[in-house]
Nanobody, 125 residues
């Protein structure tokens, strides 16, 4: 069982930055693929990015590529989402998710086993 707790959301203006954190419980964090997803009001949850257990493989949605950076610190059981040059369309609830490392489609939300409670990010224009 893995428990995930996100933090770091808030209200910012367009062009500013935020860093989200996702702290995980358990002693096998390095064996989990970590994903970030977001859900805007009235919209489906969408893939933002993912990072493999070792951190050697990182993927981003086209909409955030070049602006967002995912990293992880396995010693701290934490994954991060650094968000720069934020836009109003980035406004959403951001969720982190975990699943055991493996050859899955990292962009598909239902393939993740564990989810955090979400953190709100609001970007004003």
């Amino acid at each position: 069982q893995v428990q995930l707790v996100e933090s770091g959301g808030g209200l910012v203006q367009a062009g500013e930055s935020l860093r989200l954190s996702c702290a995980a419980s358990g002693r096998t964090f390095s064996r989990y693929y970590m994903g970030w997803f977001r859900q805007a009001p009235g919209m489906e949850r969408k893939f933002v990015g993912a990072i493999s257990g070792s951190g050697g493989n990182i993927y981003y949605a086209d909409s955030v590529k070049g602006r967002f950076t995912i990293s992880r610190d396995n010693a701290k059981n934490t994954v991060y989402l650094q968000m720069n040059s934020l836009k109003p369309e980035d406004t959403a609830v951001y969720y982190c998710a975990a699943r055991p490392d493996g050859s899955y489609d990292h962009t598909v939300d239902y393939l993740y086993d564990y989810w955090g409670q979400g953190t709100q990010v609001t970007v004003s224009s």
